[in-house]
């Protein structure tokens, strides 16, 4: 980050440009706890970062206003609705299919089981964690989506053992 990037405004709190425009101290504490918990009332995430609760509310609304808050989800764990096993697929598409990869992501995305999908950056192209009953499950997936379309060239399956989740970003 660049000296101009961050600042210190009166009462010497940090202020940081982001393409979704200046985040303070406030607003990272803010986020902080909801990325915790999402269903923190407005009373008690206020308590927690020491403003009043309408202030609370009004800077929470702000940042949904300006999409740094996407929205709030349910973290639902694959075992408990059948989908235990879970894999991470690596793609990597045929060089002419790379001007069609946010269709080609989009398609996988709206899968059931689907549960994020990567655009990158090197070798390969996208990157897929997908939830499945069984290993015949995942091997119809790899086959019926992924193999036998013209626009993949390779794909490489590593089952997850374990998910460690990180709730917290560096806000």
Do not use: W
């Not at 982001?18 to 999402?38: I, K, S, W, Y």
């Not at 929470?60 to 096993?85: E, N």
Request: charged share 25%; net charge positive.
């Amino acid at each position: 980050m660049s000296a101009e990037d961050s600042s210190v405004v009166p009462g010497g709190a940090r202020e940081r440009r982001t393409p979704f425009g200046v985040l303070d101290d406030l607003d990272r504490a803010l986020l902080r706890e909801l990325e915790r918990d999402g269903r923190i009332s407005n009373k008690d995430l206020a308590a927690r970062v020491g403003v009043a609760p309408s202030t609370c509310h009004a800077r929470v609304a702000a940042l949904r206003a300006r999409g740094v808050l996407r929205g709030f989800h349910a973290d639902v764990d694959p075992d408990a609705v059948g989908r235990g096993l879970q894999a991470i697929i690596a793609v990597r598409l045929q060089a002419a299919a790379r001007a069609r990869l946010g269709a080609f992501a989009r398609t996988l995305a709206a899968r059931p089981e689907v549960r994020d999908v990567y655009l990158l950056g090197g070798t390969e192209d996208v990157m897929l964690h997908v939830a499945v009953h069984d290993s015949r499950a995942l091997r119809a997936f790899v086959v019926e989506h992924l193999s036998t379309r013209p626009e993949v060239a390779h794909t490489q399956t590593s089952l997850v053992f374990e998910h460690v989740h990180a709730p917290t970003t560096a806000v």
